[in-house]
């Protein structure tokens, strides 16, 4: 049997619904039963009211048969109309059995009439004159009822109905009361629910202005052309154009959003309206709706009473999906598989585009394994991740896009019963700002032109803003900071938001009161970074063996960081334990760039695998598994190049050739290589084959590839062995370091608070050699160390540093230089 897609087009046949008999015939369409009788009845209903009304006039003395009889004498009008409605269905009944009768009358009669109806009269009036006919009709009839019940003239019972309702009228009343109150409760409830989530602040109380957003100038330009439309409109409105009435400002959070709205309010001086996220969420369907409607209402008023009025919603992504879950949300960190095992932060060391690409692989769909972050958005389903109930987003768009429609019930009813075109409402100027760290979960019709009209992305400030916004917080405290300071502050701090900044701020500000001053000075700002960066440590010890290795751990990092990275420069150096990490080396960028570029990952990943091979060379082949984070991050950067970025072998994309439906990607062999790679066809081959999507050489280039970087950094720090020796010592003596200082222990010169030229001196790198193989010795018979950490050069004493950066004095736990067998800090 073929099927619809095999036949041609001479063979398929269009399936279109037949025509009913009655059409085909040329007959009258026959009516229901329903239909054909109900005017009989009903003529004959209020023949019977008559007769029983007469019968109760005349009882006893009359019968049943008397007053039929006296009121067929006396309503014979009633009967002829009862007659002519049975000539009238007689004629439907005719014209639905014969076609020629139906065409005489509807070809010839009527259609002239209807002819020459709409020649003398409009559709609007012929409808009017009907509903008058009708009106006229019914009440006749009642007028007729009320006649015979009140035993008068049925104009005269027209007249006394009036007054036989205000004699009803407390039965009446009782009766309204009752089903009143019974509303009123159900109104009352859903009033009560449908309160708050809205503040409203007056002109008076807004003192925000442009002035006070720091950092977001490009924005801050665009949002002042807005207010320019806003304050005239008929500079747009004259010549044919019309006033944004939405704007969306998304971008990460504490980047300004809130207080860029706030901030047109008290520029404009217009009342400012402010949402909260949750103010439509409700228990119950509908009342979401009826705070949308009461809302907008509110604003009119206000619009009309000041002449516009701004509606600030905030975390607009909380109303604005009816859709799917979608989930876009990029934390500031991820964790996986990596960290879940005791080891060093390896998103640390790495550059903040290579962090950003890591964490949202953690957060992939596909990520497994006992650490892989699976994030699950609430509100999935067939709700989508709504936050109300399915109408309160609906209302929100007809609110949106209804303010030109005409308000008012003596506006849209009774001016329309009257004939009378409805008042168009006046021009309400009602700006909509709305703010979202998550913009495409916001629906499409949200965003759409005359709902939200421009869409601005608020980012992470410049330097330049970053200086601004510095400069702004500093000015309202008491400080010694110089501008280079706040230009070097300013550069260390690249992802830093105008949040973060008065957070950071205000940390210098209470470290300064903690030391007895009131001044801020440069050590007040660093140790309030690197609280904020690495948050309070934890008070723990490590063992000596312990100690050493994570501080050798780290310091591979740092030395491989400072020998091969000229991007980023490094921040701080600690081993002091926090939530998920032993020790960390921090780096940042030295320069505002929007690029990346193969040599940078590729010192990403030297910086990475320096771990495994500073680990492997210092401890004779032994390894821990804190570098677990450092190959997964390794591993991950060198795919991307390899089968994405086109930095490696082959240059296709994998996920677009995973899109497209064809297998391998990643590209093709190395020159001078056979297809397939250098891996051959043996079992591994076929193996590692089949674990790829299509196949390829993809994971052998990879393996390979860091191979090749693991040799490289062995042979860095093979070069730099005293520097890692030197920078492990200043680890395990301070504990945390900060880059300057770091670079001073390397690189042998005078730091800031450390100084690095006594490693540099004679006799020191014995000295270093003999405590390492010392404590390798312990590490590989599980015992204490058998001699104490050397003290080299008289530079800072142990916790000072310690102090000037965290604030917490060592003084009362154990020193380095303690007796053999005891357990270091």
């Given at each position: 049997m073929s099927t619809p897609s095999q036949l041609s087009g001479s063979q398929r046949e269009v399936k279109t619904r037949p025509e009913p008999d009655?059409?085909?015939?040329?007959?009258?369409?026959?009516?229901?039963?329903?239909?054909?009788?109900?005017?009989?009845?009903?003529?004959?209903?209020?023949?019977?009211?008559?007769?029983?009304?007469?019968?109760?006039?005349?009882?006893?003395?009359?019968?049943?048969?008397?007053?039929?009889?006296?009121?067929?004498?006396?309503?014979q009008w009633l009967l002829w109309l009862l007659g002519l409605e049975a000539v009238r269905q007689l004629h439907f009944l005719i014209s639905e059995r014969n076609p020629a009768y139906n065409r005489l009358w509807t070809e010839r009669v009527f259609a002239g009439f209807e002819r020459w109806t709409q020649r003398r009269f409009t559709a609007w009036t012929r409808f009017r004159l009907t509903r008058a006919i009708t009106w006229v009709f019914w009440i006749v009839v009642i007028a007729i009822v009320l006649g015979k019940v009140l035993g008068t003239s049925p104009v005269g019972a027209l007249f006394q109905a009036p007054a036989l309702i205000w004699q009803a009228m407390p039965m009446i009343a009782q009766i309204v009361f009752i089903m009143v109150f019974g509303i009123m409760q159900f109104v009352a409830i859903f009033w009560f629910m449908s309160r708050g989530g809205v503040e409203t602040h007056f002109p008076d109380d807004i003192e925000t202005r442009f002035s006070d957003v720091w950092g977001q100038d490009h924005v801050v330009?665009?949002?002042?052309?807005?207010?320019?439309?806003?304050?005239?409109?008929?500079?747009?409105?004259?010549r044919g154009g019309h006033v944004p009435s939405g704007?969306?400002?998304?971008?990460?959070?504490?980047?300004?959003?809130?207080?860029?709205?706030?901030?047109?309010?008290?520029?404009?001086?217009?009342?400012?309206?402010?949402?909260?996220?949750?103010?439509?969420?409700?228990?119950?369907?509908?009342?979401?709706?009826?705070?949308?409607?009461?809302?907008?209402?509110?604003?009119?008023?206000?619009?009309?009473?000041?002449?516009?009025?701004?509606?600030?919603?905030?975390?607009?992504?909380?109303?604005?999906n009816r859709g799917g879950a979608v989930a876009t949300a990029t934390p500031a960190g991820a964790q996986s598989a990596a960290w879940d095992a005791a080891g060093c932060n390896g998103f640390g060391h790495l550059s903040g585009h290579a962090q950003e690409v890591l964490a949202r692989a953690g957060m992939s769909p596909n990520a497994t394994g006992p650490g892989s972050s699976r994030f699950v958005v609430p509100g999935g389903g067939g709700r989508g991740g709504f936050g109300g109930d399915m109408g309160t987003l609906q209302a929100l768009l007809s609110e949106l896009s209804g303010l030109k429609k005409p308000r008012g019930f003596v506006n849209r009813v009774v001016r329309r019963t009257l004939g009378m075109r409805p008042k168009p409402p006046p021009k309400y100027r009602i700006l909509v700002m709305m703010a979202s760290n998550q913009p495409d979960s916001?629906?499409?019709?949200?965003?759409?032109?005359?709902?939200?009209?421009?869409?601005?992305?608020?980012?992470?400030?410049?330097?330049?803003?970053?200086?601004?916004?510095?400069?702004?917080?500093?000015?309202?405290?008491?400080?010694?900071?110089?501008?280079?300071?706040?230009?070097?502050?300013a550069t260390i701090t690249p992802y830093a938001t105008g949040a973060t900044i008065k957070d950071l701020v205000n940390e210098a500000l209470i470290s300064a009161i903690r030391d007895g001053r009131e001044t801020i000075v440069w050590k007040d700002v660093i140790r309030a970074k690197h609280l904020k960066d690495l948050g309070p440590g934890e008070d723990v010890e490590y063992v000596e063996r312990e100690r050493h290795a994570t501080a050798l751990h780290e310091a591979c990092h740092a030395v491989l960081a400072w020998a091969t990275r000229r991007h980023l420069d490094i921040d701080l150096a600690t081993i002091e334990k926090g939530s998920?990490?032993?020790?960390?080396?921090?780096?940042?960028?030295?320069?505002?760039?929007?690029?990346?570029?193969?040599s940078e990952y590729e010192s990403d990943i030297l910086v990475?695998?320096?771990?495994?091979?500073?680990?492997?060379?210092f401890f004779g082949g032994d390894s821990s598994s804190g570098v677990s984070g450092d190959l997964e991050s390794a591993t991950h950067l060198t795919a991307l190049m390899e089968s994405h970025w086109g930095m490696g072998a082959g240059i296709s994309s994998l996920p677009a050739l995973q899109r497209l439906g064809i297998g391998g990607g990643g590209g093709g062999p190395e020159p001078g290589r056979g297809p397939g790679g250098p891996e051959g066809d043996g079992p591994d081959a076929e193996a590692a084959k089949k674990e790829e999507p299509g196949g390829g050489a993809l994971g052998a280039r990879i393996e390979r590839n860091l191979h090749k970087h693991l040799e490289q950094a062995a042979a860095i720090l093979t070069e730099n062995r005293l520097q890692v020796l030197a920078l492990t010592h200043a680890l395990e003596f301070h504990k945390t370091l900060t880059g300057e200082d770091v670079v001073a222990v390397l690189e042998g010169t005078q730091g800031p608070l450390v100084d690095g030229r006594p490693y540099r001196a004679e006799g020191v790198r014995e000295e270093l050699e003999e405590y390492h193989r010392t404590a390798v010795e312990a590490h590989r018979q599980h015992s204490p160390v058998g001699v104490r950490l050397p003290h080299i050069g008289p530079d800072v004493v142990p916790g000072e540093l310690a102090v000037a950066m965290t604030g917490h004095p060592e003084g009362d736990k154990s020193t380095p230089h303690e007796e053999p067998g005891t357990q270091a800090p």
């Amino acid at each position: 049997m073929s099927t619809p897609s095999q036949l041609s087009g001479s063979q398929r046949e269009v399936k279109t619904r037949p025509e009913p008999d009655w059409k085909r015939r040329g007959t009258r369409k026959p009516m229901t039963p329903f239909d054909r009788f109900k005017f009989l009845l009903l003529i004959a209903a209020l023949f019977g009211v008559l007769v029983w009304n007469e019968y109760l006039q005349i009882e006893p003395l009359g019968s049943w048969g008397d007053a039929f009889a006296q009121e067929t004498a006396s309503q014979q009008w009633l009967l002829w109309l009862l007659g002519l409605e049975a000539v009238r269905q007689l004629h439907f009944l005719i014209s639905e059995r014969n076609p020629a009768y139906n065409r005489l009358w509807t070809e010839r009669v009527f259609a002239g009439f209807e002819r020459w109806t709409q020649r003398r009269f409009t559709a609007w009036t012929r409808f009017r004159l009907t509903r008058a006919i009708t009106w006229v009709f019914w009440i006749v009839v009642i007028a007729i009822v009320l006649g015979k019940v009140l035993g008068t003239s049925p104009v005269g019972a027209l007249f006394q109905a009036p007054a036989l309702i205000w004699q009803a009228m407390p039965m009446i009343a009782q009766i309204v009361f009752i089903m009143v109150f019974g509303i009123m409760q159900f109104v009352a409830i859903f009033w009560f629910m449908s309160r708050g989530g809205v503040e409203t602040h007056f002109p008076d109380d807004i003192e925000t202005r442009f002035s006070d957003v720091w950092g977001q100038d490009h924005v801050v330009a665009r949002v002042q052309e807005n207010m320019l439309l806003l304050e005239n409109p008929e500079s747009i409105e004259d010549r044919g154009g019309h006033v944004p009435s939405g704007i969306l400002l998304w971008g990460p959070p504490g980047t300004g959003k809130t207080l860029m709205a706030e901030a047109v309010a008290g520029e404009t001086g217009k009342p400012y309206v402010a949402v909260d996220p949750g103010a439509f969420q409700a228990m119950f369907f509908g009342v979401g709706i009826l705070k949308v409607k009461a809302l907008f209402r509110k604003l009119r008023k206000l619009a009309l009473r000041y002449g516009g009025v701004i509606v600030f919603f905030d975390e607009a992504d909380s109303l604005g999906n009816r859709g799917g879950a979608v989930a876009t949300a990029t934390p500031a960190g991820a964790q996986s598989a990596a960290w879940d095992a005791a080891g060093c932060n390896g998103f640390g060391h790495l550059s903040g585009h290579a962090q950003e690409v890591l964490a949202r692989a953690g957060m992939s769909p596909n990520a497994t394994g006992p650490g892989s972050s699976r994030f699950v958005v609430p509100g999935g389903g067939g709700r989508g991740g709504f936050g109300g109930d399915m109408g309160t987003l609906q209302a929100l768009l007809s609110e949106l896009s209804g303010l030109k429609k005409p308000r008012g019930f003596v506006n849209r009813v009774v001016r329309r019963t009257l004939g009378m075109r409805p008042k168009p409402p006046p021009k309400y100027r009602i700006l909509v700002m709305m703010a979202s760290n998550q913009p495409d979960s916001l629906d499409p019709a949200l965003l759409r032109p005359g709902r939200i009209d421009r869409i601005y992305r608020v980012g992470y400030p410049s330097k330049a803003g970053r200086i601004r916004t510095y400069q702004g917080y500093f000015d309202k405290t008491t400080h010694e900071l110089t501008d280079e300071q706040i230009d070097k502050l300013a550069t260390i701090t690249p992802y830093a938001t105008g949040a973060t900044i008065k957070d950071l701020v205000n940390e210098a500000l209470i470290s300064a009161i903690r030391d007895g001053r009131e001044t801020i000075v440069w050590k007040d700002v660093i140790r309030a970074k690197h609280l904020k960066d690495l948050g309070p440590g934890e008070d723990v010890e490590y063992v000596e063996r312990e100690r050493h290795a994570t501080a050798l751990h780290e310091a591979c990092h740092a030395v491989l960081a400072w020998a091969t990275r000229r991007h980023l420069d490094i921040d701080l150096a600690t081993i002091e334990k926090g939530s998920d990490y032993l020790g960390m080396v921090k780096s940042i960028p030295s320069e505002e760039l929007f690029t990346r570029w193969r040599s940078e990952y590729e010192s990403d990943i030297l910086v990475s695998v320096a771990s495994l091979a500073g680990e492997r060379m210092f401890f004779g082949g032994d390894s821990s598994s804190g570098v677990s984070g450092d190959l997964e991050s390794a591993t991950h950067l060198t795919a991307l190049m390899e089968s994405h970025w086109g930095m490696g072998a082959g240059i296709s994309s994998l996920p677009a050739l995973q899109r497209l439906g064809i297998g391998g990607g990643g590209g093709g062999p190395e020159p001078g290589r056979g297809p397939g790679g250098p891996e051959g066809d043996g079992p591994d081959a076929e193996a590692a084959k089949k674990e790829e999507p299509g196949g390829g050489a993809l994971g052998a280039r990879i393996e390979r590839n860091l191979h090749k970087h693991l040799e490289q950094a062995a042979a860095i720090l093979t070069e730099n062995r005293l520097q890692v020796l030197a920078l492990t010592h200043a680890l395990e003596f301070h504990k945390t370091l900060t880059g300057e200082d770091v670079v001073a222990v390397l690189e042998g010169t005078q730091g800031p608070l450390v100084d690095g030229r006594p490693y540099r001196a004679e006799g020191v790198r014995e000295e270093l050699e003999e405590y390492h193989r010392t404590a390798v010795e312990a590490h590989r018979q599980h015992s204490p160390v058998g001699v104490r950490l050397p003290h080299i050069g008289p530079d800072v004493v142990p916790g000072e540093l310690a102090v000037a950066m965290t604030g917490h004095p060592e003084g009362d736990k154990s020193t380095p230089h303690e007796e053999p067998g005891t357990q270091a800090p």
